[in-house]
């Protein structure tokens, strides 16, 4: 079971890292990176296997009567998407030590978190049934949210915490709604099932498009994009995890894990490569608009998972090639990236780029290191980028026209990426002659070291492309046809080399005109913008919420009880008027007694209604009350007879008790005038409703029950008691009793928290009076030990 | 717990002069009736003997945890009745909300001892034993749940006269010193 093992012992360290973070932040964080780093070189210690198609396995049993499970595969896709959320988990937790000031409350709640994150990332990636994905998918959803939030101090966080939560959680919603149709008309849940037989019918279509909305949300795709450039409040090495590995990863990661299950489905491929493509424009655009480097960043993150929306959603094999190299690349130099803005901010205090000047030549190993990341992200030989994106333009080149169309776009994307990329390293490290040198603090080994690892493995893997090209194939072989195509630095001189070259030809062109392109951009009209509408719709929820609770919860009691009755009357009344058959053996009365009771209940009830002082209209009910508890003795129910008269007793009590506040006689108000005929009717046709029942009800029985009869014979038996009533209570429907004591307790400290919650404030402020008989600070919530020594004295 | 009364007048010879409430202060003026403070003092202890009696009959004649407790808290509304604010909770020294939580711990292990044993869920052991002058006694494992509902039901009992029994009248008299 070592797959389920590792995320579960990421949970768990998450869980006790805590108590540790309170002693030291350090300690908390390295011990949080070991967890990572040991799942990752335990999968990079079986990727040989697997690479061969020799998948890892496991199923845990969850709830085996409705058939859910948990099941956990390593494929070459697991294993692609472990390296990036393992490896750069670890490094972004070693980061995290020397950017986190020491023992601080960010320091304390980031490390169990983000290790909580990775444990739930590593368990979605693993996932190989598509209820566990579900599971996974919400829990880094939470994780991100709490991420995000922190202390939830400035409003700002809050919001964005907020917006996270409300974006991703609403798709994942829908999502769960496309895995069970899914599962339910596939007869099967499992995913690795799902991809040898891929499901045919009308529903697939549908589920594939609800399926599709949780992917774009998480991923930020148009239009749920706005949620991930808001994101920035968080700290920049939680940032880092999010973009490069993590959570909108979790989109990419699920089309490319699901692309096979959907091959040729036009509900499919058609909107990914749309909102891909308009995504990949999108985020490139505004990326390149942008001054604060983590939002140029964010932007440039969009723009790029548009990107691989578009290379796994067409389901093609060079695709898929092209996708998973995209993906390794785009969580290298992304992680880089981000690490290099978050040491900028830290060192120098500001990320703006119109206050940073001359930082290439203060830190000019930082800026080597931003070097290599920026050069993958623009696509140059020899990264790990330049070959993806090779593969990426060859993907569309079949010669059909749409995919011409695909491939323009692309390169534009491209150009725009390439542009966003120079914009970021001119902005962090250039010397700006009109901006004076910005001073900052070299940055410690201990920030760089995890910076620059990310940035290496995307020039390791570049130009040792056969393992990149090792893991994108056996990833790619779920898509037929197979084409003979290999990952590699050159493929001589082709047509997507032409296209790389146009894209950074554009990109540097686009870069040299930028101030003349924000002037432009600033003169264009803005008709759609994703965060105005987010609050938009936000705000008009909240409104509709208002209106709908004022309308219907109107506070009167009379409305309430009224809508209540006339539901009782339309609903079980019309289906007792249509059944009603009258029990031929009906008697006056059984036993003499019953008569004066009866009498007295309806005369007690009667006068209620003419009572004018509250005091008396309670009484009356309590002898109704009372009554009716006389009747039970009559019947031959002696516990149910004390059990009414105890709590009728105590109803009164705690009635007299409230009147006390109450004026003594009822006051009409002119318009209850009014409503007193419906009220009439409304109550009379209840109460005849209920005694009709009542009586055709008890009538219908014609032998006991032979649940009773059962109870009757193991009472002395199996519980050792005579009297059947408590035997029930105490042995045989015990677990009813347990949850209603609950439910009562619930209630007890409910209402008292409410009675005590209004004059909470006031005892606050109201002063102590020495003298004992009239103190105003009850003895309520004082020990009443205490009070009962100065009674002594 | 006689006091002598400091000035012997034709004002206050006629007050009552014993102190009838177990905390020593009763209801002051107009409010005070010492029939109902002597009659709570006599019948408070008595009451809550039948209230145990209820939750151990239970088993074989009408009664139970339930009708117990009721029972039991009825004689604690009789004390507050008869004193007041000062003589609510002056025998039962825990808070209400603990009483309650205490009540809920009891029948929630009850409910999970007998797993110990390798029994089931809430299941219900029988033990009969032979006491001297008492013949035979029949222990029953399930009076232990029974007594977890006795004692919330006194808890919540309590929390109502915490809440609606002395709070409300700790408003009346802010509202009568103009805090309200």
Not at chain 1, 100 to 104: D, K, L, Y
């Given at each position: 079971m070592p797959l389920l093992a590792f995320v579960v012992v990421h949970l768990l360290v998450a869980l006790a890292l805590p108590f540790l973070a309170r002693r030291s932040t350090r300690a908390a964080f390295f011990t949080a990176a070991v967890p990572p780093a040991a799942a990752l070189l335990w999968v990079l210690a079986h990727a040989g296997p697997v690479l061969s198609g020799q998948t890892v396995s496991e199923t845990v049993e969850w709830a085996p009567l409705i058939g859910l499970e948990l099941a956990f595969r390593l494929d070459a896709l697991a294993l692609l998407m472990t390296i990036l959320v393992s490896g750069l988990g670890a490094v972004v937790l070693v980061y995290s030590d020397a950017y986190?000031?020491?023992?601080?409350g960010d320091a304390r709640r980031s490390a169990p978190l983000l290790l909580a994150f990775a444990g739930a990332m590593l368990g979605l990636v693993l996932a190989d049934d598509l209820i566990t994905v579900y599971v996974f998918w919400e829990l880094t959803t939470v994780c991100s949210f709490l991420l995000v939030g922190q202390a939830g101090v400035s409003r700002e966080s809050r919001r964005s915490a907020l917006q996270a939560l409300m974006i991703t959680s609403m798709g994942g919603l829908v999502m769960l709604l496309g895995f069970v149709v899914l599962g339910e008309s596939a007869g099967t849940y499992r995913i690795s099932e799902l991809i040898e037989h891929p499901p045919t019918g009308g529903t697939t279509g549908l589920a594939a498009v609800l399926i599709l909305v949780g992917a774009f949300t998480k991923s930020a795709q148009v239009p749920f994009h706005n949620w991930l450039p808001a994101a920035m409040v968080a700290p920049t090495p939680i940032s880092a995890y999010l973009h490069a590995a993590s959570m909108v990863k979790a989109g990419v990661f699920l089309v490319a894990r699901l692309a096979p299950v959907f091959p040729n489905l036009p509900e499919w491929w058609l909107p990914t490569i749309v909102f891909g493509l308009v995504t990949m424009l999108v985020g490139g655009w505004r990326a390149l608009h942008e001054h604060d480097l983590k939002k140029l960043l964010a932007y440039g993150t969009v723009s790029q998972l548009g990107f691989l929306m578009v290379l796994f959603g067409a389901g093609t094999h060079t695709g898929a090639m092209a996708g998973a190299a995209m993906l390794l690349a785009h969580g290298m130099f992304k992680a880089t990236l981000f690490l290099v803005v978050g040491i900028v901010d830290h060192q120098a205090g500001t990320r703006d780029i119109r206050e940073l000047s001359g930082l290439g030549r203060s830190m000019p190993w930082l800026a080597g290191v931003a070097v290599l990341g920026v050069a993958s992200m623009a696509g140059l030989p020899p990264m790990l980028g330049f070959i993806g994106k090779e593969a990426a333009f060859s993907a569309f080149l079949t010669g059909a026209r749409p995919d011409l169309l695909v491939d323009a776009v692309l390169v534009l994307g491209s150009m725009l990426t390439v542009a966003y990329s120079l914009r970021m390293l001119w902005g962090a490290f250039a010397d700006k002659p009109e901006l004076p040198q910005t001073t900052v603090k070299p940055a410690t080994a201990g920030a760089l070291v995890p910076t620059a690892l990310p940035a290496l493995a995307g020039v390791v893997l570049g130009v040792g492309y056969p393992v990149a090209d090792v893991l994108a194939s056996s990833y790619a072989e779920f898509f037929t046809p197979v084409v003979p195509y290999h990952l590699a630095l050159w493929h001589g001189f082709t047509l997507p080399l032409l296209l790389s070259a146009v894209a950074v030809a554009g990109g540097v062109a686009l870069h040299l005109g930028r101030v003349r392109l924000t002037a432009a951009r600033d003169r264009l009209p803005r008709p759609l913008d994703a965060q105005r509408g987010y609050e938009l719709i936000m705000a008009q929820l909240e409104r509709v919420a208002v209106g709908v609770t004022g309308r219907l919860q109107v506070g009167s009691l009379p409305t309430y009880l009224g809508i209540i009755l006339l539901t009782l009357l339309v609903v079980p009344g019309s289906a007792l008027l249509l059944r009603l058959t009258v029990p031929d053996d009906l008697r006056g009365y059984d036993n003499l007694l019953q008569v004066p009771l009866a009498i007295v209940v309806v005369v007690a009830a009667a006068a209620v209604l003419r009572a004018r002082r509250r005091l008396t209209a309670v009484l009356l009910v309590g002898l109704v009350g009372y009554g009716i508890g006389g009747l039970f003795i009559v019947d031959g129910a002696p516990d149910l007879a004390l059990a009414q008269f105890l709590v009728e007793t105590l109803t009164l009590v705690a009635f007299v008790f409230v009147l006390r506040r109450l004026p003594a006689r009822f006051t009409q108000s002119g318009t209850a005038k009014v409503w007193q005929a419906p009220k009439a009717v409304i109550a009379g046709a209840a109460g005849i409703l209920v005694a009709v029942a009542a009586v055709i009800f008890s009538g219908a029985r014609q032998n006991p029950p032979e649940s009773s009869a059962a109870f009757i014979a193991n009472a002395e038996q199996g519980a050792g008691a005579t009297n059947v009533v408590n035997a029930i209570i105490v042995d045989f429907r015990a677990f009813d009793t347990v949850g209603e004591i609950s439910v009562l307790a619930i209630a007890a400290t409910g209402m008292a928290s409410l009675i005590l919650a209004s004059r909470h404030e006031r005892r606050k402020r109201s002063t102590r009076v020495p003298s004992i008989t009239v103190k105003t600070t009850t003895g309520l919530v004082e020990q009443p030990v205490k009070q009962h020594e100065e009674v002594r004295e | 717990m006689t006091t002598t009364p400091t000035r012997p007048s034709w004002t206050t010879w006629d007050a009552p002069t014993e102190r009838w409430l177990l905390s020593g202060f009763c209801r002051d003026g107009k409010q005070r009736t010492v029939l109902l403070e002597l009659a709570a003092r006599v019948v408070f202890p008595t009451v809550l003997v039948l209230s145990i009696y209820l939750l151990f009959a239970g088993h074989d004649r009408a009664g139970g945890g339930f009708s117990g407790g009721l029972v039991a808290g009825q004689a604690f509304v009789l004390r507050y009745l008869a004193g007041g604010r000062m003589d609510d909770s002056s025998i039962v020294s825990l808070r209400p909300p603990v009483l309650i939580g205490l009540g809920l711990v009891i029948a929630t292990t009850s409910a999970f001892l007998p797993l110990l044993f390798g029994g089931e869920l809430l299941e219900t052991a029988i033990h009969k034993v032979t006491v001297p002058l008492l013949g035979q006694v029949k222990l029953v494992s399930s009076i232990v749940l029974d007594t977890g509902v006795y004692v919330l039901i006194v808890g919540v009992v309590l929390d109502l006269l915490r809440t609606l029994g002395s709070g409300i009248e700790a408003d009346v008299q802010a509202a009568e010193r103009g805090q309200a």
């Open positions: 986190f000031s020491r023992g601080g | -």
